[in-house]
């Protein structure tokens, strides 16, 4: 499956196969997704811009929504920057950008306050400032919360507000199928505008047309559906990354995959998207056992329950590898000390919905699963890409913020900052508008939905927390007889869409997991269980006729 060359020679499409365009549109900036990163940016450009967000669901369908985490900012007179950006370069294992992450740091506490003046309702503390939360990772108390576990919603309801409030137009149920380019006067590449599927009730293609536009900013999130147990919506089918692959653009560090530690077991035969145990809960005192009672974390990090997410994501692993008792699939979170309150009050709706549980009395079973993902459309905090017109923003990109470990609650504050300065700059200076060229490069193709559970039982079997070289190698070869089915005949809609951008991504993951020959963050090896300094690069990832292409040789 690889040659020689570094090649994996994985039969994926070039093009999604769609119905030839019937329409155009034309607008000055187009935002595909609408989370908290699309619409900051959106809000932002919009005073001087004519803006359209293209979603393929409807607005507030995509994981801000779902974010329980709070948004991470020097708030604390007793906090300083130098300590939120050491805890953000300890967390990210050696392959942060020390630049990006003092950049971010020092622009999230202004973030906070115009999401404040927006609208957005934080949680008060005692004092009647805003109360301040300590999640995994942070030595500080640094976390702002909304409604408790509820930040996530608050931030989505308070961007939409603005957003339709300040003209942005939104077109729902709207599929981005692949990139169009144009060619400057200097014959350099650019973006010229985004291929649009319009789907029916049933995400059937009702029309399919091209939105031109001078910028294109990618907000799609992250991939967490690539894997069978995640914590992401259903929507979150790693569309932009595999967007980017098709139109021939680096991707970087696609094998840090972040796994929530605590995420709720709902039994091997739940199919929903898992509900996430808040890592406040951890915050205010509860505890990791297995299934003889024994704790987990004591003895493993000097943080113990509240280590890097990586870190506990592991050793819960490790110990259900065990078999602790016959349990291999989940351990337990004990927060009978610490009661259910308004700011750890998840818990209790999905436990009692399991009709099995009380969260004040009982302990929570909990397994890891797929999160939120570091890599992505290789970018920096500006949100510009190696191509003109191109932008991406929030998880979907790699700006150098989060390395191979994410620290907590830093994502919802990265959206909000990257997202608002695309949109500044944008509203400032517009790239220059370049005619489409009719680039059909490679095959067009889509797989059948029917192949998606197959795909994403691999991943999460083979590609999740802890990985095995061997079992990688399978896993390649596996998704390349999948990447076989893929057909230029196969029934143009929605699932196809997502199924195929699935299985690219899958591949792509899972060849950068098997390149990188070390253990680091949150990329956990069997065969090499330490980090190895000359591995504290970047792994890089593109697609041309050939395949997918590993390259290594970005230094961090």
């Known amino acids: 499956m690889v040659d020689a060359n570094g090649s994996v020679r994985i039969a994926l499409p070039r093009r999604l196969a769609a119905p030839e365009p019937t329409w155009t549109r034309d607008v000055d900036v187009v935002v595909l997704g609408s989370g908290a990163a699309g619409l900051a ?7 001087v811009r004519n803006v359209l967000i293209v979603t393929k669901d409807t607005l507030d369908a995509g994981s801000t929504a779902w974010a329980q985490g709070g948004l991470a900012a020097v708030l604390d007179p007793t906090d300083t920057f130098a300590e939120h950006v050491r805890d953000t370069l300890e967390a990210g ?75 942005v137009e939104v077109l729902e149920h709207a599929f981005a199928l692949d990139l169009e380019f144009g060619v400057t006067p200097a014959g350099k590449r650019q973006v010229a505008g985004v291929r649009i599927a319009v789907l029916g009730p049933s995400g059937e293609v009702v029309s399919v047309g091209i939105v031109t536009a001078r910028a294109v900013v990618v907000a799609t999130g992250g991939y967490g559906q690539v894997f069978a147990s995640t914590s992401n919506p259903a929507a979150v089918t790693g569309d932009g990354h595999a967007l980017a692959l098709r139109a021939g653009l680096v991707l970087r560090d696609l094998e ?45 990090h000097p943080l113990e329950d509240l280590a890097p997410r990586d870190v506990v994501a592991a050793a819960i692993s490790e110990r ?40 004040g009395a009982d302990r929570i079973p909990v397994a890891p699963a797929a999160h939120y993902t570091c890599g992505g459309i290789d970018s920096n905090l500006d949100g510009t890409t190696s191509v003109e017109g191109l932008y991406a923003v929030g998880e979907v990109a790699y700006t150098g913020v989060h390395g191979a470990n994410r620290l907590a609650s830093n994502s919802l504050t990265e959206s909000l900052v990257v997202g608002t300065r695309v949109g500044r700059n944008l509203a ?20 059948d939905d029917s192949l998606r559970a197959h795909v994403r039982t691999l991943m999460s079997k083979h590609v999740g927390v802890l990985r095995r070289p061997e079992a990688l190698a399978s896993t390649l070869d596996a998704l390349g007889v999948v990447a076989d089915k893929i057909s230029s005949d196969t029934v143009p809609n929605r699932r196809n869409f997502e199924a195929t951008n699935i299985a690219t991504v899958a591949s792509a993951v899972t060849a950068s997991a098997l390149a990188r020959t070390e253990s680091r963050g949150c990329h956990r090896r069997t065969d090499v269980i330490e980090s190895i300094s000359a591995w504290q690069r970047h792994l890089e990832v593109s697609l041309d006729e050939d395949g997918l292409h590993i390259s290594g040789g970005v230094k961090a």
């Open 320 to 359: 259900m590898a065990r078999a602790v008792n016959g349990v291999d699939d989940h351990v337990y979170l004990d927060a009978t000390s610490i009661g259910i309150d308004s700011r750890n009050a998840s818990p209790s709706s999905p436990c009692v919905s399991c009709g099995r549980l009380r969260p």
């Open 93 to 167: 294992a050696g392959l942060c950008d020390e630049a990006a992450v003092t950049s971010l740091v020092r622009d999230a506490p202004t973030a906070i306050d115009y999401l404040e003046k927006l609208g957005a309702a934080f949680d008060p503390g005692a004092d009647g400032e805003r109360a301040l939360t300590r999640e995994g990772g942070h030595s500080r108390s640094r976390i702002v919360h909304a409604g408790g576990d509820q930040s996530g919603a608050e931030i989505q309801r308070t961007l939409d507000e603005n957003a339709i409030n300040a003209g």
């Open 41 to 47: 940016a959106a809000l932002a450009a919009r005073p």
């Open 428 to 447: 400032w200076k517009l790239p220059s508008r370049v005619e489409v060229i009719d680039e059909r490069w490679g095959d067009a193709g889509a797989l």
């Open 256 to 300: 840090f995959v972040q796994f929530h530690p605590t995420v709720l077991w709902q039994g091997v035969e739940s199919t929903a998207q898992q509900t996430l145990i808040s890592e406040a809960v951890r915050g205010e005192g509860a505890v990791l056992f297995d299934a003889a009672g024994e704790r987990i974390m004591k003895g493993v």
